[in-house]
């Protein structure tokens, strides 16, 4: 089916780290022709921000006081996601470890989420054959009503091996201590906790090559496509 033909397919992907997400929802947005969006990546991009910027972390009224500041730039394409903040390419910076550990208290912000939310929407209504979204809170409340909702899950062993192999040198022991203790934080947190929807398609990623989990996807999208 060509994409000027197809209807555009709103795809959200949710689930906690490690399930492999990301390379997951990449590979279907370029195999089906759609766009694609690392909603990780804007909550790190203006968690970097605040760490650039000497905002303090611990404290939720200066983080929301400044929520809406940085600028923040999410190129859609699935072979080459960009992400800038105030004209800086930072795909590099928003990875480091110390941005990863300030993240979740960045993200259970209010404000910071009403922001990217906001963020996220306009950029899947405005994608023209349509868009692969990935996130934790994606599929519940940034787009409910998405064509399709996908929620990956992984035994926290599989993941932290998964993990650790990303994060050079990283201890597998130590990686799954600290994926434990995020998903806690991003399933407890007030606004937009990290959960299924309820008409989310669970896919067990424990035992499956990247490969399979992609071929899944992908058959479900195409399903959902043909649908409407």
């Given amino acids: 089916m060509e994409n000027g033909a197809a209807k555009p397919v709103i795809v959200a992907i949710d689930g906690p ?52 500041k940085p600028e923040i730039i999410s190129g859609t ?8 903040v105030d004209g800086t390419d930072v795909a590099g910076p928003i990875r480091t470890q110390e941005v ?3 993240v979740s208290a960045v993200s259970a912000v209010p404000e910071v989420r009403a922001r990217i939310t906001e963020l996220q929407r306009s ?9 692969v979204v990935e996130g934790r809170d994606i599929g519940t409340t940034v787009l409910p009503d998405a064509d399709l909702k996908i929620f990956l899950t992984a035994s926290p062993e599989a993941r932290a ?13 130590a990686t799954r201590e600290a994926l434990i203790k995020r998903d806690a934080a991003d399933s407890s947190r007030k606004t937009s906790p990290l959960a299924k929807a309820g008409d989310a398609v669970e896919v067990d990623t424990t035992a ?3 490969q399979q989990v992609i071929e899944c996807v992908v058959t479900l999208v195409e399903e959902k496509r043909a649908a409407k």
């Fill in 208 to 210: 499956l090559t990247l």
């Fill in 123 to 131: 950029l899947a209504t405005s994608a023209e054959y349509g868009i």
């Fill in 161 to 173: 091996a998964r993990r650790s192999g990303e994060l050079k040198g990283a201890d597998v022991n």
């Fill in 17 to 68: 780290s490690g399930t492999g997400k990301s390379s997951t929802s990449k590979a279907v947005a370029a195999q089906l022709g759609l766009s694609y969006l690392d909603t990780g990546a804007q909550y790190r991009a203006i968690t970097w921000w605040m760490v650039t910027n000497g905002i303090d972390i611990e404290d939720p009224t200066a983080i929301a006081a400044v929520a809406g």
């Fill in 100 to 102: 990863t550990s300030k």
């Fill in 77 to 84: 394409d699935p072979a080459n996601p960009t992400i800038n």
